[in-house]
């Protein structure tokens, strides 16, 4: 759909693709406000989560799998919350919303990232807004390739 941003993201919004599964891009979020945090796409233009198709929730089921298992080798998350929210397309008086799912892996014990520790300080809680989410690049960095390294294997 033209005039969807979300259906043409440029190159640099796609560096840190993680996996592409045939119909969902997984991203790892700009925010690491919890380490791992990913965004799922959906690779056309679909506005809800009722109007996915059977193909499309087989690949979700797999993803979610897939993801948990990753976060959970990887950098030790104990759960993952999972969430469709879509809000900030209904800022718009017209709005155009293109369905994606983020997953924020949560922790009990700190996680550490090239010496610099990252904590949940509100497990066994709603996640936080405000928590400040932009890490280091080079954190960025090692973040994405532990976790590629994983799911490309
Ligand atoms: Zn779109």
Redesign the pocket.
Known sequence: ?TG?D??HLSEEDREYLLCDSGCWSVFLADEQDYIGRCVLVLDR?CGSMAELTDDEWQDLLNLVRKLEMCLKTVFGADLCNWSCLMNSFFKDPEP?P?LHIHVRPRYRNPVVINGNTYADDAFGHHYTHDKGGRIPEEDMQAVFIRMKRWLDS
């Open positions: 759909m969807c979300w259906c233009h155009c293109h």
